[in-house]
């Protein structure tokens, strides 16, 4: 059984079918990258997994929780399903240790030391040991997004979903973030990102999802389907990008 | 019998202790039930979205003084004997409750969705991402605006001298019918309204830059 499962998806945005019967399986400690043109529906895709949007058939399981169209299980899912957002979204009112603790705090009822030791070694992990007492407004855009992947880590996830994490950041702070992308996938994090990066995809994917017009157009191993794409669409789609 | 000019003063700061007692008591009343308002005018569920929304139209939507008539003698009616001091610190209350509830949904709504979408991806419920996320940045924002309306309140309490509760406007009616002095005393009374608000707006104005300047 794998560990995430999605069957026969289907979502729409008022008479607009976004997703038209998604299927896809993510095994344990698999790296997905999702990738396509804007509007073919990766990031509503991964916003799905988590319950950020609302399906209107067919259904979603990770590790026993579902999601349909009646929205399930959605407290005890998004504990397994971490997410780290373009944008980052840290709370800017609380600092970099407090934006950590938070959610052990009040979700998993965490004592303030423990949820206190428990971010100091999350920082750590993101290299970040040092900006404990720091607000998030001091810090980079590569920093704060690895205080955002420390943030959602912290709620110990099956998998994270990664939404463009690069996409809002200076060129010269995307390889920090990616780094530790790099590291989780090593220490078998489960990972689905939904991608611009395809040079990071190549490397570090162990799957490639090509979506096209709100469907799953192909998928398998990355460097296979990045040197021999079995479709027109994904030739011209790898043909339109530099990497 | 004659008034000095001390006897004035003295009633007049009597009355005027009445005035900031209620404005108290509405601002801190109407601040609860606002706030009570401010959640079911934003909650998930439809019928009390509609509710808080009627409530909140209707209050906007009509003069502080039919309320508090609509208080007083729609109690009365009940066959219960409201004081006019009963009767004026419920109609301020409910007039404040409505005003600030939308006040304060305005900053709410303020905070960006990728807060929300952040707190709810780390399993946090709805209102767990109110009480930690979204009002403790809303409140920063709700200071200048909650402040400036305050003085709102203030001069909104004038209008329960017409029921017969004696704060500072119905002490300065009477002692102007009682001195044929009108302009002097209302001008008293129009200067302790001032000592009441300016600071008010002051305060709200001095917030409003400050957050400006962080912001």
Same mark, same amino acid.
């Given at each position: 059984?794998?560990?995430?499962?999605?069957?026969?998806?289907?979502?729409?945005?008022?008479?607009?079918?976004?997703?038209?019967?998604?299927?896809?399986?993510?095994?344990?400690?698999?790296?997905?990258?999702?990738?396509?043109?804007?509007?073919?529906?990766?990031?509503?895709?991964?916003?799905?997994?988590?319950?950020?949007?609302?399906?209107?058939?067919?259904?979603?399981?990770?590790?026993?929780?579902?999601?349909?169209?009646?929205?399930?299980?959605?407290?005890?899912?998004?504990?397994?399903?971490?997410?780290?957002?373009?944008?980052?979204?840290?709370?800017?009112?609380?600092?970099?240790?407090?934006?950590?603790?938070?959610?052990?705090?009040?979700?998993?009822?965490?004592?303030?030391?423990?949820?206190?030791?428990?971010?100091?070694?999350?920082?750590?992990?993101?290299?970040?040991?040092?900006?404990?007492?720091?607000?998030?407004?001091?810090?980079?855009?590569?920093?704060?997004?690895?205080?955002?992947?420390?943030?959602?880590?912290?709620?110990?996830?099956?998998?994270?979903?990664?939404?463009?994490?690069?996409?809002?950041?200076?060129?010269?702070?995307?390889?920090?973030?990616?780094?530790?992308?790099?590291?989780?996938?090593?220490?078998?994090?489960?990972?689905?990102?939904?991608?611009?990066?395809?040079?990071?995809?190549?490397?570090?994917?162990?799957?490639?999802?090509?979506?096209?017009?709100?469907?799953?157009?192909?998928?398998?191993?990355?460097?296979?389907?990045?040197?021999?794409?079995?479709?027109?669409?994904?030739?011209?789609?790898?043909?339109?990008?530099?990497? | 019998?004659?008034?000095?000019?001390?006897?004035?003063?003295?009633?007049?700061?009597?009355?005027?202790?009445?005035?900031?007692?209620?404005?108290?008591?509405?601002?801190?009343?109407?601040?609860?039930?606002?706030?009570?308002?401010?959640?079911?005018?934003?909650?998930?569920?439809?019928?009390?979205?509609?509710?808080?929304?009627?409530?909140?139209?209707?209050?906007?939507?009509? %003069?502080?003084?039919?309320?508090?008539?609509? =208080?007083?003698? @729609?109690? +009365?009616?009940?066959? *219960?004997?409201?004081?006019?001091? !009963?009767?004026?610190?419920?109609?301020?209350?409910?007039?404040?409750?409505?005003?600030?509830?939308?006040?304060?949904?305005?900053?709410?709504?303020?905070?960006?969705?990728?807060?929300?979408?952040?707190?709810?991806?780390?399993?946090?419920?709805?209102?767990?991402?109110?009480?930690?996320?979204?009002?403790?940045?809303?409140?920063?924002?709700?200071?200048? %605006?909650?402040?400036?309306?305050?003085?709102? =309140?203030?001069? @909104?309490? +004038?209008?329960?001298? *017409?029921?017969?509760?004696?704060? !500072?406007?119905?002490?300065?009616?009477?002692?102007?019918?009682?001195?044929?002095?009108?302009?002097?005393?209302?001008?008293?009374?129009?200067?302790?309204?001032?000592?009441?608000?300016?600071?008010?707006?002051?305060?709200?104005?001095?917030?409003?830059?400050?957050?400006?300047?962080?912001?």
């Amino acid at each position: 059984m794998s560990l995430l499962n999605v069957t026969a998806l289907h979502k729409y945005y008022g008479d607009n079918h976004v997703l038209k019967g998604i299927d896809l399986k993510v095994e344990e400690g698999e790296v997905v990258a999702i990738i396509g043109r804007s509007g073919s529906g990766k990031s509503t895709l991964l916003r799905t997994l988590n319950g950020l949007e609302s399906i209107n058939d067919g259904v979603i399981e990770v590790d026993g929780d579902y999601i349909d169209a009646a929205r399930a299980d959605l407290r005890s899912l998004r504990q397994k399903v971490g997410m780290v957002f373009q944008q980052f979204n840290l709370f800017p009112h609380l600092s970099v240790g407090e934006n950590i603790m938070l959610a052990p705090q009040v979700v998993k009822k965490m004592g303030r030391d423990d949820a206190q030791q428990l971010a100091r070694q999350m920082l750590e992990r993101v290299g970040l040991g040092e900006k404990f007492d720091a607000f998030p407004e001091r810090l980079s855009g590569g920093q704060q997004q690895r205080v955002a992947i420390a943030r959602a880590l912290a709620m110990s996830p099956r998998v994270l979903l990664c939404d463009e994490i690069t996409s809002a950041l200076d060129p010269e702070l995307v390889n920090e973030v990616l780094a530790v992308v790099k590291q989780l996938a090593s220490e078998g994090m489960t990972l689905i990102m939904v991608t611009h990066e395809m040079r990071f995809a190549r490397e570090v994917g162990d799957k490639l999802v090509f979506m096209h017009q709100g469907k799953v157009h192909e998928v398998g191993d990355p460097k296979q389907l990045f040197a021999e794409p079995q479709t027109a669409e994904l030739r011209q789609f790898i043909g339109s990008i530099n990497f | 019998m004659d008034f000095t000019f001390w006897d004035i003063l003295r009633n007049l700061l009597v009355g005027l202790q009445w005035t900031l007692l209620l404005s108290l008591v509405a601002f801190a009343c109407g601040g609860v039930a606002g706030l009570l308002l401010l959640l079911a005018r934003i909650s998930p569920l439809q019928p009390l979205r509609v509710l808080a929304r009627g409530y909140i139209e209707l209050f906007q939507g009509t %003069p502080l003084l039919m309320q508090l008539f609509m =208080v007083f003698f @729609g109690i +009365a009616l009940l066959g *219960i004997d409201v004081s006019p001091w !009963l009767a004026a610190a419920c109609a301020l209350t409910l007039f404040t409750s409505a005003f600030l509830a939308e006040i304060w949904r305005g900053c709410v709504e303020s905070i960006s969705h990728g807060q929300w979408e952040a707190a709810e991806s780390l399993a946090m419920s709805r209102l767990e991402v109110l009480r930690h996320v979204v009002l403790p940045q809303a409140m920063r924002i709700a200071i200048a %605006p909650t402040v400036g309306f305050s003085v709102q =309140v203030v001069k @909104g309490t +004038a209008v329960t001298s *017409i029921i017969g509760f004696t704060e !500072l406007t119905k002490t300065g009616g009477m002692l102007a019918n009682a001195t044929f002095e009108p302009f002097m005393v209302y001008g008293l009374v129009a200067l302790g309204y001032f000592l009441l608000c300016y600071p008010l707006s002051l305060a709200a104005y001095r917030l409003e830059r400050r957050l400006n300047v962080t912001a």
